[in-house]
């Protein structure tokens, strides 16, 4: 039976039980405390508490879900983090009985799964709540014989809440050839942000069913990668890599890890820095990760995105009418992790040299060029090399203090990332004041600075609008120092020699709220704090600034500069916008 096929019929059984059939709603949840839509009942959580459910009582649906828990287990053969959800709820109206009973009618009358290869778990009881005996009693009634089912404790058989708080409840799943199919929840408790369980006026169900897996089931596969959901995806892989066992589990990340980001972008997330598009950025830079590993080709994620779109099209709206822009938004992060990738990977092959990755390298690693250090130990891993983590850390953190000490941290909780791109973006805004200054004159100084993943903001003294000429004069002046390949040196100093020596330090007003890549700015009282000695960042005889870095090590690393806008920010005070091509 198709997945197609299972996912009509699902619906159609419980809109014949007198449940109404509720679409799916995006993979962006309305309810604040979660990041993105894990499970099907998440869309009717305030149902179960006092809120009238404008559906009736009881309802269905296939939710698509985005889950990043389970993120180190894909690759086995039923773990994944986008899945489609078959769900049936109801809001104080039918319990346990009928939920159960309907489950088994589904599992074994409908579908006519083995009765034989199936284990039935259920809640045992704890301190807080009691044993589920009402659930083996009727599991019992329906003819399961009592060696089937299993008491387990609160890790397996207790689900819930989703985010800070919600409902909960014990569960009872089913379980075939070893696969956990379906998860039924009673929610019968409040779980506030103490942890303290309150019994719910109304109690509540809500069922969960991974079609993959069901589908992995009902056709017989040996994983859901086997399954008519993965089939041609994993197909357009083979074509490249051939199936051995050793790629096997590479090739499933990667399939596993297009899906979600093809139907993450056609909910509207775009690669960033930061929450929702943090983790789309990871999951792409992890598949491309792995298909360098597979020897991929370099457009390899369109190809196989063409074939979540193939799938999935004719169920869900909004994949057909992106695809377009799925696709260039693949592409465009494909293109810029290449580059990233291919400097990073230059410098590890340098670290690895020396043997095993002390924690400034791997700090320098993801400082720099953005390689979370789940990507560093993957490659240390490769060339049995082993990392230290601790030192990592310690680096990590000696670095938030130093940041610290500017006031300004770059990993302060705000939620901005230091990557590849934003220290490109750094590295640009000293060739951009250094240009400044030979074209505008001396006066010109540093009055603030913001860098986000996709342009940097420079504020600076100068008294009047630039015009036009000035403009493109400045640009082109930072592109030809670009073109040069210079190098970009560190160097400790003195401060007061460094000062003597022509080093810039910050303007007296630096008022930039914000600069994550910036950690001794944005600070008007940053003068006071200024260490005795400090590091000083050179750009051959062109650039010579005062600051913590982090910069890149070539100016060609950084492609193309563009100037975007020029305005007044202030009394005497213009500020630049500008990117990175
Ligand atoms: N909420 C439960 C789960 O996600 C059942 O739907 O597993």
Redo the contacts with the bound molecule.
């Keep these: 039976m198709t997945s197609r096929k299972l996912r009509e019929q699902f619906l159609k059984f419980f809109e014949k039980k007198r449940h109404k059939i509720v679409p799916p709603i995006s993979l962006i949840p309305t309810d604040p405390s979660v990041l993105f839509t894990?499970?099907?009942?998440q869309q009717f959580k305030p149902y179960y508490l006092v809120e009238k459910s404008p559906y009736g009582q009881n309802v269905c649906s296939c939710q698509k879900c985005f889950r990043t828990s389970d993120i180190e287990e894909v690759g086995d053969e039923s773990h994944l983090t986008f899945l489609e959800?078959l769900?049936n709820f109801s809001f104080g109206g039918y319990f346990k009985k009928e939920a159960i009973s309907w489950a088994y009618e589904f599992i074994f009358k409908e579908l006519k799964l083995p009765l034989k290869e199936t284990i039935f778990t259920v809640f045992e009881g704890d301190k807080d709540v009691p044993e589920d005996e009402e659930s083996v009693e009727i599991w019992k009634e329906l003819g399961v014989h009592k060696n089937k089912i299993k008491k387990c404790g609160r890790a397996d058989n207790f689900?819930?809440p989703t985010g800070q708080e919600g409902p909960c409840g014990p569960t009872t799943e089913i379980h075939i050839k070893g696969i956990e199919v379906w998860?039924l929840?009673f929610n019968e408790y409040y779980q506030d942000k103490n942890k303290q369980l309150t019994p719910l006026v109304q109690k509540g169900v809500?069922?969960?069913m991974g079609l993959e897996r069901l589908a992995m089931i009902v056709q017989n596969k040996s994983s859901v990668f086997e399954t008519d959901l993965f089939e041609s995806i994993i197909g357009e892989l083979q074509k490249y890599t051939g199936r051995t066992p050793a790629n096997l589990k590479g090739g499933r990340i990667i399939a596993d890890h297009v899906k979600s980001a093809v139907f993450l972008i056609s909910d509207g997330i775009l690669p960033s820095n930061v929450e929702k598009g943090y983790v789309l950025r990871r999951i792409l830079r992890r598949a491309i990760r792995y298909g360098k590993l597979l020897n991929l080709p370099a457009n390899f994620l369109i190809l196989l995105a063409q074939k979540v779109i193939e799938i999935y099209k004719n169920v869900y709206p909004e994949i057909k009418s992106k695809e377009e822009e799925i696709l260039t938004v693949i592409q465009q992060e494909e293109e810029k992790f290449e580059r990233t990738l291919h400097e990073g990977l230059k410098q590890f092959e340098n670290i690895s040299k020396k043997g095993n990755i002390s924690g400034v390298d791997a700090f320098h690693l993801y400082d720099t060029y953005g390689f979370p250090l789940e990507l560093t130990i993957e490659l240390a891993k490769e060339r049995n090399l082993n990392i230290d983590q601790k030192g990592f850390e310690e680096a990590f953190k000696k670095h938030q203090e130093i940041s610290r000490a500017g006031v300004e941290s770059k990993f302060g909780g705000v939620g901005k990332e230091v990557t590849y791109e934003t220290t490109k973006l750094h590295t640009a805004t000293h060739l951009l004041q250094a240009a400044l200054r030979k074209i505008l004159g001396e006066h010109v100084k540093q009055m603030g600075s913001d860098i986000t993943s996709q342009r940097l903001r420079f504020d600076f003294s100068h008294h009047q609008k630039m015009t036009e000429n000035e403009i493109k004069k400045v640009q082109s002046l930072v592109n030809q120092k670009i073109k040069e390949d210079l190098e970009v040196k560190k160097e400790e100093m003195n401060y007061k020699a460094a000062i003597k020596s022509g080093a810039l330090a910050l303007g007296k007003e630096d008022k930039s709220s914000f600069s994550p890549s910036f950690p001794f700015r944005g600070n008007s009282v940053f003068k006071e704090k200024y260490p005795e000695i400090v590091t000083v960042f050179l750009i051959e005889d062109f650039s010579k600034e005062i600051c913590a870095g982090p910069h890149i090590k070539r100016t060609s690393e950084l492609g193309l500069f563009k100037i975007i806008k020029e305005e007044s920010s202030g009394a005497g005070v213009r500020r630049i916008q500008a990117i990175l091509e």
């Design positions: 894990t499970a099907g009942m959800m769900g689900w819930g998860n929840v809500d069922t969960g």
